[in-house]
């Protein structure tokens, strides 16, 4: 398990932090006061059968989906709805989407410096001698001229989270980054993932993949009909769940 632990950041500033925050989509309560702080460091993984909010939660960090009541805030600045100052808070928070989400006509190494060039104003040299960088992180500097039609799903995905760290950002928000992928794909998109956490990244992850949530985890929050039904240790949540629900989830994963 990653050694960076929330006691260590007891009484610090959250990196990310959600207060009493509820959504609708039409009558479906899809999030019911959600109270969730991440800190510096820590890796949090959300869990959960599907259509419980976990994705929902996770897109309303950076404002992806609005949120009908609560405040959600960056370093203890509140999101503001619209504006620069949201665009300016959404750059310290990365997302690494289900579906990769690259520019399908550019490059890879554009694809990577788009975002330090636009956004972050960084000089085109620098910006691609940074990406180079990140994309060798990443085990795919040799796909850089290549676009993202030309990758498999996995090296795309590896793509996807270099962008997200040419951003320099607070944290990183993982939905379902393996879901799409297939079997022999997920485990090398995982093995960034454990890195980033073992160097001491900020990260919020949706998953499915269990071994990974008792592996690299500090925390495991269970969600169920929008709202957060359990928050533990790995090794309390799979050894001892407090719940009904987080009992039956777990015993239907292990049925398959």
């Not at 990653?2 to 479906?28: C, M, Q, R």
């Not at 504006?83 to 890879?108: C, D, P, T, W, Y």
């Not at 160097?199 to 009909?225: K, L, S």
Request: glycine content about 8%; some cysteine; overall charge negative.
């Amino acid at each position: 398990m990653n050694s960076n632990t929330a006691s260590s950041t007891a009484g610090s500033v959250p990196v990310i932090e959600l207060k009493h925050v509820d959504k609708h989509f039409g009558d479906l309560h899809v999030l019911q006061d959600i109270n969730l702080s991440v800190h510096k460091g820590e890796v949090v993984v959300i869990i959960g059968p599907s259509g419980s909010g976990k994705s929902t939660l996770c897109r309303t960090i950076n404002r992806l989906e609005t949120i009908d009541s609560g405040e959600i805030l960056i370093d203890g600045v509140r999101i503001p709805a619209e504006g620069k100052e949201l665009a300016k808070l959404r750059a310290q928070v990365g997302m690494v989407f289900q579906s990769f989400n690259l520019f399908a006509h550019k490059n890879i190494l554009d694809n990577v410096t788009i975002g330090q060039t636009v956004v972050l104003g960084v000089p085109k040299k620098q910006a691609r001698m940074e990406a180079m960088e990140l994309l060798r992180r990443v085990g795919v500097d040799s796909q850089a001229h290549k676009v993202a039609a030309q990758l498999s799903g996995g090296q795309q995905q590896r793509v996807a989270i270099a962008r997200s760290l040419a951003m320099h950002p607070k944290a990183i928000l993982f939905d379902e980054p393996t879901s799409a992928l297939d079997p022999e794909m997920i485990g090398e998109v995982l093995a960034v993932m454990t890195e980033l956490a073992a160097e001491g990244m900020t990260m919020v992850v949706v998953t499915h993949e269990m071994n990974f949530a008792r592996r690299v985890a500090n925390r495991v929050i269970f969600m169920d009909g929008g709202q957060i039904l359990e928050e533990n240790t790995p090794d309390e949540f799979f050894s001892h769940p407090r719940t009904q629900r987080a009992q039956d989830f777990l015993n239907s994963i292990r049925d398959h």
